[in-house]
């Protein structure tokens, strides 16, 4: 409510008190990952890939050559913005069920002297799994090479900290776990890493390096700024600095997620990853097998009940997500488990006979 509220206030986007207002959460935004005097933070205007494509863009020399451990479609969009951005790339496939190996991310910079940078996506979104920052960080570093990571729906969330792990870049956005609304992204960056990075950047508008350079110096963002989104992420963050910051924040979506899976699984669902390596952030579950069963009507009749699921982003098999994250608690969860039961029990899906025995079970 704060949040929304805060976006009925007008403010000069040159303006001073607007100018303080993006320190205060630049400040802020470092601080939740310890980003100390080592790392700055850049805002971005625009959605969390936008941002993810600045720092790639700016980080990334034109003759750097970029390995991407890859377990879901985030990891695939970074493979394509290094695409467009005509670096070299390197891909080490993984099972979207598994977390990606470090043991093979060692071995595949221990093979190519090439690259210089690893792409890791920390919680991948498309499927809900967990990565393992710590021990990939330990890998990259150990090789000398150097860390962009998309901690996009982890970040503030799962804890993180630069000066424990060796990250040059990390990339989130607004909305998601901080619980601000969509509209501007934001990289904690290595201040070594950032001012070597002068005239890398393929695009204007996304140059990570012009974008902190000129707000340095002016205090001001270069373009128009997302000045309501700017004052909505202040107000969530007051919040979340309130409700006792990112051990709070696990917390209480640790426990949307064991509700919205011990729900779904008491009606027959299953989910698609082991308990071990599911993020509390969005979760998988296989459709249920019935003839029944079709994901538009589904969807719309989950929604038709207040609750919006997300289309499964698996290529193989038929899924559907839940998100577990925002201004939510378990409650909401069990209203969104039943809101699921009901739509199934509408439509005639019967979910008993395909309960298998749980992944983790297996
Ligand atoms: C949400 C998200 C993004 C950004 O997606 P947008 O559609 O640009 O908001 C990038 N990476 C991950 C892992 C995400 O969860």
Known sequence: MATKEAMLHDWGSWDGAFNALTASICRDLG????????????????????AVEAALGTLVPADGKVLVPSNGAYCQRIVRILGYLGRA???????EDQPADPARIDAALAADPEIT??????????????NSLPEI?????????????????????IPIDVQ???IDALVAASGKGLEGVPGMGFVIVRLDALEAATNNSHSL?????????????TG????????????ALRAALDQYLDEGGQPERLARYAENCATLIAGLRALGLRTFLDDGVQAPVIVTFHAPADAAYDFPEFYRRVRDKGFILYPGKLTSIETFRVGCIGAVGPEVMHGA???IGSALKEMGVRVSASALPHNHAK
């Open 31 to 50: 601080e939740i990952v310890g980003a100390g005097n080592s790392h700055v933070c850049v805002p971005l205007q625009g959605s969390g890939t936008f």
């Open 89 to 95: 790339v390197t891909v080490i496939e993984f099972a």
């Open 117 to 130: 940078h690893v792409a890791q996506v920390h919680c991948e979104t498309g499927t809900g799994i967990l």
């Open 137 to 157: 960080a330990a890998v990259v570093a150990a090789r000398g090479r150097r860390l962009i990571v998309d901690a996009m729906s982890s970040f503030g969330v």
């Open 164 to 166: 424990a792990m060796p």
């Open 205 to 217: 508008a996304l140059d990570l390096h012009d974008q902190w350079h000129y707000m340095r110096k």
């Open 220 to 231: 001001q963002w270069r373009f128009t700024p997302p000045t309501h989104v700017v004052a």
């Open 337 to 339: 488990v039943t809101a």
